[in-house]
């Protein structure tokens, strides 16, 4: 009957939303997406460029850390091509001052840009300052956040590193980069990108070397005590039938991701693909403000906003 069907869908939304992303310690988790055991948890965070993890789940990240879990990120992908040269050129002042300890050649970089064409290669010197870029914004918002250095991680995989928008195929060093990550920190939790359409790629290869990487450690004794929880990039977000866990973001905490998404300076204006005008952070925004709307439709508690998460149940499949 309709009703009972109604009721099923309703209470399977229901236990879908948490507060406690990371497991509510000291409480009946048998109706709630995560485990309260064990409290704290430590949580690794995959984010194929930099900025994609506060776009997607910067609530959620901000939550897991308030609520006394032990976070790390990681940067799969340096991000370098995202970088605009005027940016690099703002940069190189204060670049200047700090050149020795980099080694960059700064007459170098500035005579690369002057003579840089449309669709030329950045130099090397530019590249590098490019990747210096993405990773000082990244550990700005980590540190907004919370989070230390010491619990972040940049792992450059090779693949990306073309200079170009079409990148190269993943190689065992691309794997065996996120299996060393895995293994340092040996989480309890993994979030990662679960795209496989994006605009150039990248994330469909990134969610690929996490798959080969959970292959490698499958025998590993702290994957049985692990979950993998997907979410969307910021062009695409999942559809509520699919959700596992939903996580509500309060104003002030959507203000707070939106400050920790603007530490991301070089990305700021960046307009979403096909919608025109509309920067991307705007866009992600107010991406978590329609979900919070499509709950609420559906008879839910009213929200500000909300983070969605499927499950990646690669535990499951052994």
């Known amino acids: 009957p309709a009703y009972n069907i109604n009721l099923k869908v309703f209470n399977m939304l229901q236990k879908s939303i948490t507060g406690w992303p990371g497991g509510k310690p000291d409480a009946d988790d048998s109706?709630?997406?995560?485990?309260?055991?064990?409290?704290p948890k430590r949580v690794l965070v995959f984010s194929p460029h930099p900025a994609d993890d506060m776009l997607a789940m910067g609530g959620t990240i901000n939550r897991l850390v308030e609520q006394g879990h032990e976070v790390f990120m990681a940067y799969q992908t340096s991000g370098n091509i995202a970088v605009d040269n005027d940016m690099v050129s703002k940069y190189l002042y204060f670049a200047g001052n700090i050149a020795a300890d980099f080694n960059i050649d700064i007459e170098k970089v500035q005579k690369e840009l002057r003579e840089k064409k449309s669709g030329d290669i950045d130099g090397s010197e530019t590249h590098r300052l490019k990747t210096f870029i993405r990773q000082a914004e990244a550990i700005s918002a980590c540190h907004f956040l919370g989070i230390d250095n010491n619990h972040i991680r940049f792992l450059n995989m090779p693949f990306y590193e073309t200079g170009t928008i079409k990148k190269a195929s993943l190689t065992g060093d691309d794997v065996d980069r996120v299996v060393k990550t895995m293994r340092d920190i040996e989480p309890h939790q993994i979030y990662l990108a679960g795209d496989l359409t994006d605009p150039h790629g990248t994330h469909?290869?990134?969610?690929?070397?996490?798959?080969?990487?959970?292959?490698v450690v499958s025998d590993d004794g702290w994957?049985?005590?692990?979950?993998?929880?997907?979410?969307?990039?910021?062009?695409?977000e999942w559809a509520v039938a699919e959700v596992d866990m939903a996580v509500p973001v309060s104003p002030e905490e959507l203000r707070k991701k939106r400050a920790a998404i603007f530490r991301h300076s070089s990305q700021k204006e960046v307009v979403f693909p096909g919608f025109d005008d509309i920067e991307i952070w705007r866009f992600a925004i107010e991406r978590n403000r329609e979900t919070a709307k499509k709950y609420d439709k559906l008879g839910m508690a009213e929200y500000e906003a909300i983070e969605l998460f499927v499950e990646y149940r690669f535990y499951r499949s052994k």
């Open 31 to 39: 109706q709630r997406p995560e485990r309260a055991k064990p409290y």
């Open 204 to 215: 469909r290869k990134c969610f690929d070397s996490i798959v080969q990487a959970f292959d």
């Open 223 to 236: 994957v049985n005590d692990c979950r993998a929880w997907m979410y969307h990039g910021t062009w695409k």
